[in-house]
C-alpha cells in the first residue's frame, strides 16, 4: 500500500532506532548521556532537562530511547494547563505499569518547559520542581531556551542536556535518504542549498524538501531555487508573490505549505490581491471564478463535515487561480485583506464598549446588559452635545479619552 501523500516527510522519515540517529548525528555525545541517565535513574536522582534549537531531534531522541528500552512514553506539553493535574497523578504512582509482558518502566516527557510561567502557582515552574523531586518515575523535559531566569529552579534539579544546530554533513546526509526511499534523483547541489537555508533544523530541511520535491523523479537546482528567496518566516506577502508567479499546479499548491497562514486567512489575502496583481480583465475574471469555486467548496466542506474537500478548495485557490495568468508575472504591491481590518476594528470596538458598560455597572449597581441598554444611549446624547456635564461624569466612571470617543461618535 502506498502512503498518502499528505503525510508529513518528518514523520514518514523520521529515524527509528538510536542507531539510526546516531548513523546521521555521529557521535554526539546527547544520545550516550541521555541513555546513561535513563538507564542509572531512580527515585530520587535529577531529571534530564534537553535543550537547544528547535528541530534538532529532542522530541525525537526520548521518544525513539523510551521505544528502544521499552518505556511506557507518557508526553505532556507544558503549556497546556492540564498538565499539573495529570502529572501529579503520575509522580506518586508505581513506576513500572504491569502489562501482559511483565513490568514495563514508565517515562514521563514533558516537552516545551519554556512556556512555563515562572511565577504562577498552578503549573508553573515551583510546581514542577515540587514534582520532579517527588517522582517515583524519570522525567524528561526539553526547552529551546534554558537559560530563561525563570526556568533557574528547573535547571538545579536537572541533568542538563545539551543539542547543538545539527552539521550540514548530518542534514545532506538524511536528505539524500529520504530521496532514495522516495526515488528522487537529486543534486547534491540542490541539496546543499537547502540543508544550508535550514540553519542546522532538521525539521525545516525535511519540509522544505518536501515541498519542492515530492512527486518528482529529479530534483535539481532550479527546483529549490525559489527557496533561497524566502526568509524563514513566511510573510503572507511572500506566500501571495509565489503563488502568483507560480508556472505549475505543483507549484501554486505548494505555497499552501509554506504559508503560515491558513487556507482561509489565505483566501481573504488572495481576494484582496487579485485586483491589484491581475490588471486584465480575462485574466482576473478567470482567477475570480476560482476562487469563488474555492469558496463554495469550502462552505460545503464546513457545513457537512466533509473535510476531504478541503483539497478541491485548495487546489482552486492556489493552482487555479495561478493559472488564471496570461501574461507574465510583474511586480506588485499587495495590500492588507480589508475585511481582516474591519473585524479587527469590530472586536475592538466590541471591547471598549464593554468596558465602559462594567464601569457604569459598578458604579450605578447595575448589570451590564442595563447599562447597555438603559444608559449608553443617553450616554451618547450627553457625549454628543456641546457643554454638559461630561468631564465630570468621565471622571466618575474613569473613562480614558477612547472611551469617551466612542461615546461621542455613535449615536
Ligand atoms: N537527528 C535527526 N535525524 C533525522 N531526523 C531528525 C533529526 N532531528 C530531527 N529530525 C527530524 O525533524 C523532526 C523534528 O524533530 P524534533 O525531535 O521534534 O525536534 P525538536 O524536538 O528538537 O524541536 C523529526 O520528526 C525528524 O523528522
Ligand atoms: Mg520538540
Excluded at 469590530?346 to 464593554?354: G, N, P, S, V, Y
Amino acid at each position: 500500500m502506498s502512503t498518502p501523500s499528505y503525510v508529513p516527510w518528518t514523520e514518514k522519515h523520521k529515524p527509528r532506532s538510536i542507531a539510526e540517529i546516531k548513523e546521521i548525528v555521529g557521535e554526539a555525545d546527547y544520545v550516550d548521556k541521555f541513555v546513561n541517565w535513563l538507564k542509572n535513574w531512580k527515585p530520587g536522582s535529577k531529571a534530564a532537562l534537553l535543550y537547544g534549537p528547535p528541530g534538532v531531534g529532542k522530541t525525537l531522541l526520548v521518544e525513539v530511547v523510551a521505544k528502544e528500552f521499552n518505556y511506557e512514553l507518557i508526553e505532556l506539553n507544558a503549556s497546556d494547563t492540564r498538565t499539573e493535574s495529570v502529572l501529579r497523578r503520575l509522580v506518586g504512582q508505581s513506576s513500572k505499569t504491569i502489562s501482559l509482558y511483565g513490568a514495563r518502566g514508565k517515562l514521563i516527557f514533558l516537552d516545551e518547559v519554556d512556556g512555563l510561567s515562572g511565577t504562577e502557582d498552578r503549573g508553573g515552574v515551583g510546581a514542577i520542581v515540587e514534582l520532579v523531586k517527588v517522582s517515583m518515575v524519570p522525567m524528561a523535559m526539553a526547552a529551546n531556551d534554558p537559560w530563561d531566569p525563570k526556568l533557574r529552579p528547573l535547571r538545579d534539579v536537572s541533568v542538563m542536556i545539551e543539542f547543538k544546530r545539527l552539521r550540514m554533513t548530518s542534514i545532506i546526509k538524511h536528505l539524500k535518504k529520504i530521496c532514495a526511499r522516495e526515488g528522487i534523483i537529486a543534486d547534491e547541489k540542490a541539496l546543499r542549498i537547502i540543508a544550508d537555508l535550514a540553519e542546522g533544523d532538521m525539521r525545516s530541511a525535511v519540509n522544505d524538501l518536501q515541498a519542492v520535491a515530492q512527486g518528482k523523479s529529479r530534483l535539481t537546482v532550479s527546483d529549490v531555487s525559489w527557496l533561497r528567496a524566502r526568509n524563514r518566516q513566511y510573510q503572507a506577502f511572500d506566500v501571495l508573490r509565489m503563488l502568483f508567479s507560480a508556472k505549475r499546479c505543483d507549484d501554486a499548491r505548494g505555497v499552501m505549505n509554506m504559508s503560515a497562514l491558513d487556507y482561509e486567512t489565505l483566501m481573504l489575502w488572495i481576494d484582496e490581491n487579485l485586483p491589484r496583481q491581475y490588471t486584465d480583465p480575462e485574466e482576473l475574471a478567470k482567477a475570480y471564478y476560482y476562487l469563488a469555486r474555492a469558496d463554495v467548496f469550502l462552505g460545503r466542506m464546513k457545513r457537512r463535515q466533509r473535510w476531504e474537500l478541503l483539497k478541491y478548495v485548495i487546489d482552486f485557490m492556489t493552482a487555479g487561480v495561478a493559472t488564471s495568468k496570461i501574461r507574465p508575472y510583474r511586480f506588485t504591491k499587495y495590500s492588507f485583506p480589508q475585511k481582516l481590518l474591519l473585524m479587527a476594528r469590530a472586536r475592538q470596538m466590541r471591547a471598549l464598549r464593554e468596558a465602559i458598560c462594567e464601569r457604569i455597572a459598578s458604579k450605578c449597581h447595575l448589570s451590564k446588559r442595563k447599562a447597555s441598554t438603559e444608559m449608553i444611549p443617553y450616554l451618547h446624547v450627553i457625549y454628543e452635545a456641546p457643554g454638559l456635564a461630561k468631564k465630570d461624569i468621565s471622571k466618575w466612571l474613569r473613562l480614558d479619552s477612547s472611551m469617551e470617543s466612542l461615546l461621542k461618535k455613535q449615536g
